[in-house]
């Protein structure tokens, strides 16, 4: 910048900024603040249940599976559900807290998880029951 400045013929004193300025303990906040925001509303996990189909929403990828393509769901450290000629996704959102794994006592990832094979199930049985002649 400082050759840039000599070559254009301009005089650099006001753009300098000597250490600290007032921008100097503001702005880690401010991209702070950015990069929540970003991770809240776009990179997010979570996973999301409705009666035609099942959304996860991973950091990196987001799956929507139909209730009839999912083989079936396994509890482990955290979901992950098995496609049916697929491999394995892993639930990102929804992880067994440190305390449940230590105290051995069921948790939050386990009402999910019942509530998942619950609504599996009842989507499995909509869609094999006889038709009415």
């Known amino acids: 910048m400082a050759l840039t400045a ?6 650099i004193g006001p753009m300098v900024h000597e250490f600290p300025s007032e921008y ?3 702005m880690p906040f401010v991209y702070l603040a950015g990069a929540a925001f970003i991770w809240r509303t776009g990179v997010h996990a979570c996973v999301i249940a409705t009666k035609a189909s099942l959304t996860i929403r991973n950091p990196l990828r987001s799956y929507r599976l139909s209730w009839n393509e999912i ?4 509890l482990d450290d955290r ?3 098995q496609p049916v000629g697929r491999p394995e996704i892993r639930c990102s959102a929804i ?6 794994m230590m ?3 069921a ?15 009842e989507r499995r ?3 094999e029951a006889p038709t009415p002649d």
Request: glycine share 10%; with cysteine.
């Open 6 to 11: 000599v070559v254009a013929g301009v005089d």
């Open 71 to 74: 083989a079936g769901l396994r």
């Open 24 to 26: 100097s303990c503001t």
């Open 107 to 121: 948790g939050f990832i386990e009402t999910v998880f019942s509530d998942l094979e619950g609504l599996r199930t």
């Open 95 to 100: 992880v067994r807290s440190n305390v449940s």
């Open 79 to 81: 979901i992950y559900v």
């Open 103 to 105: 105290l051995r006592r």
């Open 125 to 127: 049985q909509a869609q």
